[in-house]
């Protein structure tokens, strides 16, 4: 059904992302979907955050899978805008709502990729 892409940087793991891909799984025929990935709050978290997606492009290939997919909430604007730069585009549009408007992981620096299918 998939398999984990872990990073690793100068103190452990740096980023990990949990992938399914293949026609039994959520992702269906030929995909390779991230149904979830974070990086560690770090200097590097950027950085890392690139290799976590060249990982999963690379678990893809590997994979035989044509299509990448993969999501990240717009307020976590550097997130988002690395995905657009790939070519990723918007297929679910979502809304998140937190108590008290309280932007929790949902903020600028919080390199997460989720799908709240």
Known sequence: MGDIVLVEGAHGIAAFAVCHYGP??????DTCYVKFGAVRDARSAEHDYLRLLDACEALAVAAGMSNLLAGANMARHEAYRHLVARGFRTEILGVTMHRQNDPGYCRPGAYIIDDWR
């Open 24 to 29: 039994s799984s959520e992702a269906g025929t």
